[in-house]
């Protein structure tokens, strides 16, 4: 599974974006997909996850509220909705599904 993410960019504080992560090689929809993001000088954390299925979903209680996870099996997509961005969600966010990682897109967030 290849995953490449996109959608990042240097935004507001309130501002909103519209991240994705493309998805090639094996069957997208075998997966549990999940975002994480790094802010510099820190570890990588978990943001939000969705099952294969679209049914079920998870999220930090850091972006509870804000952001939305959802995903297009037939497009091989995971999108995540950020709004009311903060100079704290400032990160690059990556997509994972089981072993397999994206390069990441950076967010970056002014106040």
């Known amino acids: 599974l290849q995953l490449v993410e996109s959608g990042g960019g240097a935004v507001q504080a309130g501002d909103s974006l519209r991240l994705t992560c493309a998805a090639s090689g094996y069957a997208f929809s075998d997966f549990d997909i999940g975002w994480f993001r790094q802010a510099p000088g820190k570890e990588r954390e978990f943001v939000s996850a969705?099952?294969?299925?679209?049914?079920?979903?998870h999220y930090a209680d850091s972006v509870q509220g804000r952001f939305t996870v959802s995903r297009d099996n037939a497009k091989n997509t995971l999108y995540l909705h950020v709004n009311s961005l903060k100079p704290e969600d400032t990160a690059v966010y990556y997509c994972?599904?089981?072993?397999?990682w994206g390069k990441g897109t950076l967010v970056t967030v002014s106040s």
């Open positions: 994972n599904g089981g072993d397999y």
């Open positions: 969705i099952s294969w299925s679209g049914g079920s979903t």
